[in-house]
């Protein structure tokens, strides 16, 4: 993979509930095969498997997830078909509470809630090297992974 245009790595309708399962599999194949070890892989493909997620739940389809190799970066897309940039703030995982308040239950039930962490957990996985950017009808979500280093410090080809 050189600099340059992205590589779409796997395309799917909405209809194929299979296909997000796939897409994993395929970027863990790609990035260990472009030298990236064991933990690397494993980060980017839950970081991706929640964009991948978030795509299929919030937008419609085709999906794509592509790769675009940067000098100095590998860059992994979710792309749908859903130009609205979500609205989210980057933050602690836990809300701020005024001094004096307690937060009550509300407080409590919002922080051990199943759902609204996602991007937190791409943001942490990724050193908040994600982000989000829209093409006409389309929007990418993407995380950046540094190239990996071979074993005499130089990035890998």
């Known amino acids: 993979m050189s600099d340059g245009a992205p590589v779409v790595l796997w395309r799917w309708r909405g209809s194929e509930p299979e296909a997000p399962a796939r897409a994993r599999a395929v970027l863990g194949y790609v990035l260990s095969g472009l030298g990236y ?14 964009l991948l997620a978030n795509a299929v739940e919030h937008a419609v389809g085709p999906y794509e997830l592509r790769l675009n190799r940067t000098a100095s970066d590998v860059i992994c897309e979710v ?12 933050g602690a995982l ?35 090297a994600r982000g989000f950017h829209r093409s006409g009808v389309t ?19």
Request: proline share 6%; with cysteine; hydrophobic share 40%.
């Open 37 to 50: 070890d064991g933990e690397a892989v494993s980060d980017a493909v839950l970081a991706v498997s929640e």
């Open 79 to 90: 792309v749908d078909h859903n130009p609205e940039i979500p609205s989210f703030a980057v």
């Open 94 to 128: 836990l809300p701020s509470v005024e001094e004096g308040q307690g937060g009550g239950l509300e407080a409590l039930c919002a922080l051990l809630s199943e759902r609204g962490r996602g991007l937190h957990i791409v943001h942490e996985l990724t050193r908040g």
């Open 139 to 157: 929007k990418a979500a993407w995380i950046a992974l540094p190239l990996p280093v071979d074993g005499e410090g130089r990035s890998g080809e």
